[in-house]
């Protein structure tokens, strides 16, 4: 009896429909338990954990790895039927494809979503921040589906040398054609990247254009003056040159030099107090750092002293100056402390003789 069934299913397993219908249903049911049950166990694991990349690649993983699995028992039941009726190439060329540009569009997905959860995080200190978001989403996408074309051309035995070398000389040519396009490109990837300043930052650039940042792109960074201009400066030239961030640093408060000189023989005690006194009640001059007085150098005019205060905001630099200044003029008149001037005493050690009219 019992060798009558395996002779039977022996017979059975000769005929290649048959073998075509156990491979399906053999991977219809590897695909529903794998999805069932395998990454179900996998998903309540990955939820009791606090980090949220996990939970992605579950999520993102479940479709792909499902219709993976399908797609393997397509594969295997095809090379069961007869060879001389179906051409196998292009069956499996297009199975190839399929699982590539799906594995690819998964990919995609994954990684945005995890550059998202980086940037999310707000580490002033890290590449990946809100700015730069869109930036490596873009690189990412491209590499993903370029790699995902590259071996779709490889699954139709398509020789893609040829195209890679025409491309490599089509590249060189927009590259001399449009280089200062592509220094700014490269430019605005490397201030997103490497973050000298951040959008609302109060910055200096070589040339003396002074202004708050009100948007970095790729091409081009803009500037609001305090003209209330808005300017537009190419990211080529602000890569090049120095950057004076007046709001970086560990708070947003900076520190001004203001230079003043008095007469000599004026007391610098007496002047230190009057200029420290000048400081408090300034707008725009914070009162939560002490101002500094110091008494820099014998001038050739005067004694020269600096003094230093904080302001509260970079853009009112101007305003705190004018009353700064404005401030210890009218103290220093008060306190009967003289302000030098430059003067030039000419000593005359002759006169020249007077000529007659003639030369004699």
Request: include cysteine; charged fraction near 20%; charge should be negative.
């Amino acid at each position: 009896m019992q060798a009558t069934i395996l002779d039977t299913m022996s017979s059975a397993w000769s005929h290649s429909w048959v073998r075509v219908i156990v491979v399906l249903g053999g991977s219809f049911l590897a695909a529903w338990l794998l999805r069932r049950w395998l990454l179900s166990l996998v998903s309540k694991i990955t939820e009791k954990s606090e980090n949220t990349i996990d939970d992605i690649l579950t999520k993102r993983l479940r479709h792909p790895l499902y219709l993976s699995v399908l797609l393997t028992g397509v594969a295997w039941a095809t090379h069961e039927l007869d060879q001389t009726v179906i051409q196998q190439k292009p069956i499996d060329a297009s199975l190839w494809t399929i699982a590539v540009f799906m594995w690819a569009n998964a990919a995609v997905k994954i990684v945005h979503e995890v550059l998202r959860e980086v940037a999310g995080r707000r580490t002033d200190t890290g590449v990946i921040q809100e700015r730069t978001l869109p930036l490596f989403d873009l690189l990412s996408r491209t590499a993903i589906w370029a790699f995902a074309i590259y071996l779709g051309f490889l699954a139709w035995e398509i020789d893609v040398t040829a195209w890679l070398a025409s491309a490599g000389v089509v590249g060189i040519a927009v590259g001399f054609a449009a280089k200062d396009s592509l220094a700014n490109l490269f430019s605005g990837i490397w201030i997103l990247a490497d973050g000298p300043f951040k959008v609302g930052d109060f910055i200096n650039l070589e040339g003396g254009l002074r202004g708050r940042v009100t948007q970095i792109g790729i091409r081009s960074t803009r500037l609001l003056t305090l003209d209330e201009v808005e300017i537009t400066v190419p990211n080529s030239l602000i890569a090049a040159g120095q950057i004076v961030n007046e709001s970086g640093g560990p708070g947003p408060q900076h520190r001004i030099h203001l230079s003043v000189s008095v007469a000599y023989g004026s007391d610098p005690d007496r002047v230190r107090e009057v200029l420290l006194e000048c400081c408090h009640d300034v707008p725009h001059i914070s009162t939560h750092r002490p101002p500094r007085v110091i008494f820099r150098a014998f001038g050739s005019s005067g004694l020269d002293f600096d003094v230093l205060v904080w302001l509260t905001d970079p853009m009112m630099r101007e305003l705190a100056i004018d009353g700064a200044n404005t401030k210890i003029y009218n103290a220093l008149n008060g306190a009967d402390i003289e302000i030098p001037y430059d003067k030039l005493d000419l000593y005359v050690k002759s006169t020249p003789v007077e000529s007659s009219p003639l030369g004699l």
